[in-house]
């Protein structure tokens, strides 16, 4: 499965008011006739919901954790400074496990996959991270955006790298008591956008390539 690159770009275009080059006194000249440049409009950014904050705050707090221990590991293997440059900036970040982030029958799906993997004759269906959408991650990944209702959370998270967006993932998540969990990952090249992460593996696994 290939995992495109996403670069949003943005395009903002100014009115030149233009004037004539004939003098004209002061006594004639007349400001009606003057065009008045255009002002753009800046709209306030929409303030978030109680459950629209915390599922942002949840969603980044598990990425800044993911992606320290990604970028940690790279640089234990020697891959690039770079690498440990960026562990070093999430270093103190709380950490967290899967099995706080992760609805039980997605971790269960999850963990299908990795068994076929480890499995002498088997290989597993992911041949990418599944929460970065990618084999080569942007060392910092950012909650751009989320929605919330009826207790479920979409949101919208970039890789970044060098101040530009790249891998997209749209994690899905839901509310049970006080805590959040994801319970499907989107991606912007899917076959299915509906099924995700979640979708897949179920195919997968129907097709009998993963233990049941």
Same mark, same amino acid.
């Given at each position: 499965?290939?995992?495109?690159?996403?670069?949003?770009?943005?395009?903002?275009?100014?009115?030149?008011?233009?004037?004539?080059?004939?003098?004209?006194?002061?006594?004639?000249?007349?400001?009606?006739?003057?065009?008045?440049?255009?002002?753009?409009? %800046?709209?306030?950014?929409?303030?978030?919901?109680?459950?629209?904050?915390?599922?942002?705050?949840?969603?980044?707090?598990? @990425? $800044?954790?993911?992606?320290?221990?990604?970028?940690?590991?790279?640089?234990?293997?020697?891959?690039?400074?770079? +690498?440990?440059?960026?562990?070093?900036?999430?270093?103190?970040?709380?950490?967290? +496990?899967?099995?706080?982030?992760?609805?039980?029958?997605?971790?269960?799906?999850?963990?299908? $996959?990795?068994?076929?993997?480890?499995?002498?004759?088997?290989?597993?269906?992911?041949?990418?991270?599944? @929460?970065?959408?990618?084999?080569?991650?942007?060392?910092?990944?950012?909650?751009?955006? %989320?929605? %919330?209702?009826?207790?479920?959370?979409?949101?919208?998270?970039?890789?970044?790298?060098?101040?530009?967006?790249?891998?997209?993932?749209?994690?899905?998540?839901?509310?049970?008591?006080?805590?959040?969990?994801?319970?499907?990952?989107?991606?912007?090249?899917?076959?299915?956008?509906?099924?995700?992460?979640?979708?897949?593996?179920?195919?997968?696994?129907?097709?009998?390539?993963?233990?049941?």
């Amino acid at each position: 499965m290939t995992i495109s690159k996403w670069i949003a770009t943005t395009a903002i275009l100014a009115v030149v008011p233009l004037t004539s080059c004939r003098k004209t006194s002061p006594a004639t000249q007349t400001t009606a006739s003057q065009p008045q440049p255009t002002v753009a409009r %800046v709209e306030p950014e929409r303030q978030l919901s109680p459950d629209e904050r915390s599922c942002k705050e949840f969603v980044q707090k598990f @990425y $800044d954790s993911y992606v320290q221990g990604v970028m940690a590991g790279f640089c234990n293997h020697g891959q690039d400074a770079e +690498s440990c440059k960026e562990a070093a900036k999430l270093g103190s970040v709380e950490k967290m +496990s899967i099995e706080q982030v992760l609805s039980p029958k997605l971790k269960k799906l999850l963990d299908e $996959d990795q068994a076929a993997t480890a499995k002498e004759d088997g290989v597993g269906y992911l041949d990418f991270d599944p @929460y970065l959408a990618s084999q080569d991650p942007s060392p910092k990944f950012v909650v751009e955006s %989320v929605q %919330v209702k009826n207790r479920r959370c979409d949101a919208l998270v970039n890789g970044i790298q060098d101040g530009k967006k790249e891998e997209k993932v749209m994690p899905e998540l839901a509310k049970t008591g006080e805590k959040w969990r994801f319970v499907n990952f989107h991606y912007d090249d899917s076959d299915d956008l509906v099924s995700g992460l979640m979708g897949e593996l179920k195919s997968f696994r129907d097709d009998g390539k993963n233990p049941k």
